[in-house]
């Protein structure tokens, strides 16, 4: 293959991923209209459990208390409430536990952050351990090349 046509191919890769770049960040800008109170009921929803399932989000679950957190949620996001205050209302009557992401202090920031510092110290742990490992440059004794010229003559 010429140099001609390995450039003009390195040419059209290259363009063929500036495109996909461009394209990329247009699509990931979201539209800049606020959400309507529907998308933020729905998004709320999808954050608290369902009291009763205790394994799913009351967007998820199909239990009677589900049904009626969701239509809760709907009446919080109408009387104007933020997002932050509809999952606040149902934190004082339930609990943290009510959220599927609860906040992260005390006992629950340290299941957060207890894989995360165990990783590191695996990775800070390797690194030493390959850099022990590492043969390094180290003059060969006289006897110890004589050792070994007498092995390969015989």
């Known amino acids: 293959m010429s140099v001609g ?7 059209s890769w290259g363009a063929m991923a500036m495109v996909l770049v461009v394209a990329l960040a247009v699509g ?5 209209a606020p959400p309507t109170d529907a998308e933020r009921a729905q998004s ?16 998820d679950s199909d239990a009677p208390a589900a049904r009626q957190g969701r239509d809760e949620i709907l009446r919080l996001v ?7 205050e509809v999952k606040q209302w ?3 009557r339930f609990g943290t536990d009510i959220l599927l992401d609860p906040p992260k202090r ?3 920031a340290l299941v957060w952050a207890l894989p995360v510092v165990s990783l590191g110290a695996a990775a800070a742990g390797l690194v030493v351990a390959f850099k022990r490992w590492r043969p390094g440059h180290r003059r060969v004794s006289d006897s110890d090349r004589a050792l070994v010229e007498r092995a390969l003559d015989q």
Request: positive net charge; proline residues 2%.
């Open 5 to 11: 046509r390995r450039r003009a191919l390195g040419l």
């Open 106 to 108: 005390g006992v629950s």
């Open 78 to 84: 109408g009387e104007g409430l933020s997002d932050a």
């Open 90 to 92: 149902f934190v004082d």
């Open 44 to 59: 709320i929803s999808e954050v608290v459990r369902c009291p009763t399932c205790r394994s799913q989000s009351i967007a």
């Open 28 to 32: 990931s800008q979201g539209g800049s």
